[in-house]
T-cell receptor, first 113, second 110 residues
Framework: NAGVTQTPKFRILKIGQSMTLQCTQDMNHNYMYWYRQDPGMGLKLIYYSVGAGITDKGEVPNGYNVSRSTTEDFPLRLELAAPSQTSVYFC????????????FGNGTRLTVT | GQNIDQPTEMTATEGAIVQINCTYQTSGFNGLFWYQQHAGEAPTFLSYNVLDGLEEKGRFSSFLSRSKGYSYLLLKELQMKDSASYLCAIDQTGANNLFFGTGTRLTVIP
């Protein structure tokens, strides 16, 4: 199993550009998450999904959108990139909520200039 | 609301024992996770405590006191590869996600 795979690993965007961060998992997990991690800050939840066709906002959803058309894929869309979105983005999945450990992808380092 | 406090940085010597503390405040608590994150890499799961007491997994142990809102991660026989950030995260009642602390960066020196 590859686990959780994220692409790209690195990306530089200009202000106002758009992009999609890809995330796919092969563990048949129902729950998927997008986090961002900034220096000196804890991981913050952007969006999550409890199954195909179901998504919901996390703690910091502004400026982002998601979709979940299949169990495997959970892309994150940035429509109008802003410098405040410079961060490391992690996709994660789990069997369930609560006590189920998160399995993280290797992250996408995004810089918006 | 919720809050987690962890030391920002710690340094320890190879072969020694180090204890990384985590105190938390939350209105509804289910359990507490510890994750390890090497620089530039993804967090990986270390432990999950839901009951009071110490749970041991090889060189790593994790302790929880629910009444005190306190946990620690104990690393024995430190190795250079243990240099990493250690993230404490709480699983809260009725929440859809974990609440993460800012992490403790551990440096192991020869």
């Amino acid at each position: 199993n590859a686990g959780v795979t994220q692409t790209p690993k690195f990306r530089i965007l200009k202000i106002g550009q758009s992009m999609t961060l890809q995330c796919t998992q092969d563990m048949n997990h129902n729950y998927m998450y997008w986090y961002r991690q900034d220096p000196g800050m804890g991981l913050k939840l952007i969006y999550y999904s409890v199954g195909a066709g179901i998504t919901d906002k996390g703690e910091v959803p502004n400026g982002y959108n998601v979709s979940r058309s299949t169990t495997e894929d959970f892309p994150l869309r940035l429509e109008l990139a802003a410098p405040s979105q410079t961060s490391v983005y992690f996709c994660a999945s789990s069997v369930g909520q609560g006590s189920s450990p998160l399995h993280f992808g290797n992250g996408t380092r995004l810089t918006v200039t | 609301g919720q809050n987690i406090d962890q030391p920002t940085e710690m340094t320890a010597t190879e072969g020694a024992i180090v204890q990384i503390n985590c105190t938390y405040q939350t209105s509804g608590f289910n359990g507490l996770f510890w994750y390890q994150q090497h620089a530039g890499e993804a967090p990986t799961f270390l432990s999950y405590n839901v009951l009071d007491g110490l749970e041991e997994k090889g060189r790593f142990s994790s302790f929880l006191s629910r009444s005190k809102g306190y946990s620690y991660l104990l690393l024995k026989e430190l190795q250079m590869k243990d240099s990493a950030s250690y993230l404490c995260a709480i699983d809260q009642t009725g929440a859809n996600n974990l609440f993460f602390g800012t992490g403790t960066r551990l440096t192991v020196i020869p």
